[in-house]
């Protein structure tokens, strides 16, 4: 029996201003069905983690480097994330692929690193619009797992399959192109992981999930959950898709 997730990053957005949407969050849906982690800039993560105390929310990072300490400036370890209150950490999302070259390598070595300081990675892949037009989708996803995947994995991971054209776009893929690709990353994991493993795996959607379009997504096999960006920021539209999931479960 998988938990379902949500999971909401709120990328390079937020002041500690913007630290009130989580009390209205927390004030709607104290006893969330599902379980939910948020995940700031790190600016605001010991001070999301302090308001998360002692109850059933959880907070997570959205970046760390692969190596435990070192000359890194301006990068954050795996460790000071732990040290900050968060239990996920955010791996290898479209944005850090392209603006800052991320391979998937370097996706395996900082999840390697995240789960050395017990944190639970949060792997991102998905296809551009070109590899799914050029029928690509699944040769991508099969390839991205296999070279993010951190050696000797085991089911202490999250995946999000998150189409990058999809992201921030307001489009999102069929329910049938969605359960292909959950249905394909799920065979996929059987064979690095093995069958029982992999099934204990969370499978979360990400890409321009909305209050308006979560119940159909969450009614799709093998959809554990969301990574939702932009929703995640206001309250209402975060509760109204954490409602939804609860309500799927
Ligand atoms: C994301 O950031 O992972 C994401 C899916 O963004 P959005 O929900 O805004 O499309």
């Given amino acids: ?23 209205a969050l927390l004030a709607a849906h104290p006893a969330p069905a599902c379980e939910v982690v948020v995940c700031p800039p790190a600016t605001l993560l010991s001070r999301l983690a302090a308001r ?39 791996l290898g999302p479209s944005e850090r692929r392209a603006d800052h070259g991320e391979t998937s390598a370097l996706v395996a070595a900082k999840a390697r690193a ?10 991102c892949l998905g ?34 399959y998150e189409p990058v054209w999809a992201i921030g776009s307001g489009r999102t893929p069929t329910p049938a192109q969605i359960a292909e690709a959950h249905g394909h990353l799920r065979s996929q994991l ?26 159909a997504i969450f009614a799709v096999p093998e959809v554990d959950g969301a990574l939702v960006g932009g929703a995640s920021l206001k309250a209402a539209e975060f509760g109204a898709i954490i409602a939804a999931l609860g309500a799927a479960a």
């Fill in 1 to 23: 029996m998988r938990h379902r997730l949500a999971a909401g990053n709120w990328k390079m957005h937020g002041l500690a201003a913007d630290l009130a949407e989580i009390d």
């Fill in 52 to 90: 998360l105390d002692r109850t059933p929310y959880m907070a997570g990072g959205q970046d760390c480097h692969a190596a435990p300490k070192g000359a890194h400036t301006g990068d954050i370890a795996a460790a000071m994330l732990a040290d900050a209150g968060a239990s996920f950490v955010i």
């Fill in 114 to 123: 995240a789960r050395a300081a017990g944190l639970t990675p949060i792997l």
């Fill in 127 to 160: 296809e551009t619009e070109a590899e799914r037009d050029a029928g690509r989708t699944l040769e991508v996803l099969s390839a991205q797992l296999a070279e993010s995947l951190p050696d000797g994995s085991d089911a202490a991971l999250v995946l999000a």
């Fill in 190 to 215: 059987a064979r690095h992981l093995g069958a029982g493993p992999a099934q204990a795996v969370r499978l979360l959607y990400g890409g321009s999930v909305k209050p308006e379009n979560a119940a």
